[in-house]
């Protein structure tokens, strides 16, 4: 059955502080990232990948960096999004952050768990 | 710069009792329905595209249906994801609900609001 209950799903830890439940396709994939290590003093490191990105702030809020652009304030209900190849960033503004990220392709080294 | 903030995005209103924000890439397209026509006393009509599909419930409750499964009971945090051609529907089980829908490629029929 293609759904995923949040409470009983497949539970990814890739990072302290971070917890990851994700559904994919063969082209798209979406990924729940629950943050619990917030607020951070500084952003992430850039990085990049060649998979475009959408994300739906679901819950807390962020500064989003991206190559070029002044850092920008998001809150529950915003979106982001990442051209392949752009370098970006996230800061967390608050203790606690649910970010919707959808990829396409797929994040194969997503599916490594 | 690639944001949305919820409050002040263009709003396309597909259907009385819903409205859709979305951002797009080159392949990937996320867009943000909001539901206000629920709840529903039957699904909408079974429909197919083929694009890939997955869905992130961002508030409310809804009855997913996808062709030869039974009906499951979605809510806040829970997600559904169609294959490409899949019959599929949902039905509002709350009078408002927030789903936040991911495609791969974009639907070119939402860039026509």
Redesign the interface.
């Known amino acids: ?7 009983t799903a497949e539970v990814q830890k890739p990072a302290e502080g971070l917890e990851r ?1 994700l ?8 990924a ?1 990232l629950d943050f619990s290590n917030g607020p951070q003093a500084e952003p992430d490191p850039m990085h990049s990948h060649p998979h ?3 994300c ?1 702030i ?1 819950a807390g809020e962020v500064l ?1 960096f ?1 190559e070029d ?1 002044a850092p ?1 304030h ?1 809150k529950a ?8 190849g752009k370098q970006h960033a996230i800061q967390l503004l608050t203790q606690t952050a649910r970010l ?1 990220d ?4 797929v994040r194969e080294d997503f599916l490594i768990s």
């Open positions: 059955m293609p759904v995923l209950h949040y409470g439940r559904v994919s396709l063969e082209k798209l994939m979406t729940v475009e990105q959408t739906y679901a989003f991206i652009e920008v998001l209900g915003d979106m982001f999004y990442v051209p392949s919707v959808s990829f396409s392709p």
